[in-house]
């Protein structure tokens, strides 16, 4: 299952991922916002790391304007690992590398096909095991 939430600066980019990932038929969460009316992205970021640790959810997407304050909302959370994505390159290797469990995007950086590529990415690449990767994982993980 994957959380989904956003601020008012990701509500319309949120509404073009879930639809996405319903023609996928992958099963997700809405956890807000509902609207592009002002709201505080560390709410938001909240419900989705909750989602995660609690066990609810396996991995998250988290959308505000820039992808910056809700990753570092998300970051202040143990157990979580949100990278912020640009483009599939580093969608790729925060999975591959970082066993990243949450994808924050900015919704006023990012356009909607290349967000929709950068979440097919994230969502579709296994973490590598790799015995240096995960060393490095548990240096992060108290």
Do not use: W
């Not at 956890?31 to 592009?36: A, I, R, T, V, Y």
């Not at 096909?113 to 994230?122: E, H, Q, R, S, Y």
């Amino acid at each position: 299952m994957i959380a989904i939430a956003c601020d008012h600066g990701g509500y319309v980019l949120k509404q073009e991922i879930m639809k996405h990932l319903q023609k996928r038929g992958l099963e997700y969460q809405d956890f807000g916002c509902d609207s592009e009316e002002p709201v505080d992205y560390p709410i938001y970021a909240r419900k989705v790391t909750d989602a995660i640790t609690g066990g609810s959810c396996d991995r998250g997407i988290l959308i505000c304007g820039t992808g910056i304050g809700i990753s570092i909302a998300a970051n202040k959370v143990h157990g979580i690992r949100a990278a912020l994505c640009t483009d599939c390159f580093t969608a790729e290797a925060t999975r591959q590398h970082n066993d990243a469990n949450i994808l924050a995007l900015g919704g006023r950086v990012v356009g909607p096909g290349l967000a929709l590529k950068i979440v097919d990415t994230f969502l579709d690449t296994p973490f590598s095991n790799a015995e240096r990767h995960q060393r490095r994982i548990d240096l992060i993980e108290p």
